[in-house]
């Protein structure tokens, strides 16, 4: 929808009666979605989706969504990985995160191209595709933001693309030169993801930190962590750490004091994790001039859409690289899944999400289970 409806829809909002608000609502994007399919010849299409309606409540909803124009692909999805960082972000309303509703999670999703609109050059119905789109039934994208499965990944590792992406960006301006240590602090997704990265650009040890050891059995995998330090444990020393290279895949200002703490003189640390927190009576700089450290932060929306340059590689050409590595074996993230679950138990995973995840990495929602699959059919 665009903004400025949004913000209609939320200026009439008040003035609707409560009871009445649910089928205003319905209505009012109804009409809407029609109206947008009149106006560009294009039909309307009916799917399932995961909704946050208010913090930490998620529902899987109904919804339309108008079939591709021109440049887009419409995708029925087969899988969607959730992102537990930003995703519980929102849900939980953590600091730096959106804090408005309705919210339509997911960014990082597998499935089978349905239609092709005008210009979208390279796709064809039945193809196999990975890409940004919601945790939903089925959806449009840009063609641009799409990528072709190569033949031997299957669909569910495929479904990493997008925080596969943002992995190898934050690797890349690590400079891991073979031999180096790799301490990666955070054991979530993006932590579990730089683990098997480290390695297979040849790191001689990769030590997983985090602060208590419940994700330790998944960390230590085979493709993982060499060792598994818990920084609650009351004989975590990080100076023992000596790390060439710290991948700080957090975001919190503690994380990143013990990330600087963790690296040897003269190492490198990365800050990979979304900042969330604040940072004051921290003197950052002081600790960085102490050891001389160098500091580099990483984000995808440092990628260039499409041009290599120089020590920065195209958002297009890290999610072909991160589906070739799956393809030649180089990288393998099925031992991550901890939780494969149909849509309609959504309610489930995110209140597990609220309360911080527990043991589970990654969390695959598989659209080809449930009331979503079921209905459509």
Partial sequence: ?????????????????????????????????????????????QGWRIEFLDFEIAYLEPFEYLRPGPGEIEVAAHFSAVSPGTERAVLCGLPGA???????????????VERAGARARGFRPGD????????????TAAAELL????????????????????????????RIAPGDRVAVLGQGLIGQLAN?????????????????????????RPGGADRFLASRDPDFDPGAVLADVVIEAVGTPEAIVTAVRCARRGGRVVLLGSSRGLSRGIDLGALLQQGAIEMV????????????????????HEGELFLEMLRCGRLSVDELVTWRAAPDECNAVYEKLARGGGEHVAIILDWRRGRATREAA
């Avoid at 098997?196 to 230590?220: F, L």
């Fill in 196 to 220: 098997r990265i480290a390695r297979a650009s040849g790191a001689g040890e990769v030590i997983a930190v985090a602060p208590s050891r419940a994700r330790a059995p998944v960390s230590m």
């Fill in 1 to 45: 929808m665009p903004r400025w409806l949004e913000k209609l829809l939320g200026a009439l909002f008040p003035y609707v009666p409560a009871p009445m608000r649910p089928a205003f609502k319905r209505a009012f994007l109804w009409t809407l979605i029609r109206v947008q399919g009149l106006a560009s010849g294009r039909g309307v299409r």
């Fill in 147 to 174: 990528f072709r499965v190569p033949d031997g990944v299957g669909l569910e590792a495929a479904s990493f693309i997008e925080l596969g992406i943002i992995t190898l960006q934050g690797m890349r301006k690590a």
């Fill in 98 to 112: 959106r804090r408005s509703f309705p919210y339509y999670p997911g960014y990082s999703c597998a499935g089978i």
């Fill in 128 to 139: 196999r595709v990975a890409g940004r789109l919601k945790h939903a039934s089925a959806g």
């Fill in 297 to 316: 932060g990483a984000h995808i929306s440092d990628l260039p859409a499409v041009d290599d340059s120089p020590g920065r590689h195209s958002y297009r």
